[in-house]
């Protein structure tokens, strides 16, 4: 389990689907009826159709390396002794682009446009969150 000073997301209603999902180790996407269009982050309509038809999809968790930085400077005490890491993002392949982190890659190894695919870290009982791993 993760270290308990960190940050911990805190899941509200909309996003409680993401959350549950991420805990069977399943990544979840809002993904609209309508047009099928995937969204992210949480929303209310689709971004291309505007209907409010909206479902929650497991998706493959293979994406891209669209972007990264390295983050040396601690913004957080939480991230004392974490630092320098990543912050990651991720192109899946549905186009939609996440936020996260990549693991069990050095951060000199990391390359846009490098393959990964998603794993699960379990930062509490109640609370799991996608992150990034070369693969794919």
């Not at 069977?24 to 269009?37: A, D, W, Y």
Request: net charge neutral.
């Amino acid at each position: 389990m993760a270290d308990s000073k960190l940050p911990m997301p805190v899941p509200d209603e909309k996003s409680m689907p993401f959350y549950e999902g991420a805990k069977r180790h399943e990544l979840v996407l809002q993904r609209c009826k309508t047009c099928g269009s995937f969204m992210w982050p949480v929303k209310l309509r689709c971004d291309v159709c505007l209907n409010n038809d909206i479902e929650w999809a497991k998706v493959s968790g293979k994406g891209k390396l669209y972007s990264f930085a390295i983050m040396h400077q601690v913004y957080h005490p939480g991230f004392t002794d974490k630092v320098p890491y990543n912050v990651a993002t991720v192109e899946l392949e549905q186009g939609i682009r996440i936020v996260s982190n990549v693991v069990d890659c050095p951060n000199s190894a990391l390359s846009v446009d490098m393959p990964l695919e998603v794993t699960f870290e379990k930062l509490s009982d109640e609370v799991t969150i996608p992150k990034f791993k070369p693969g794919g």
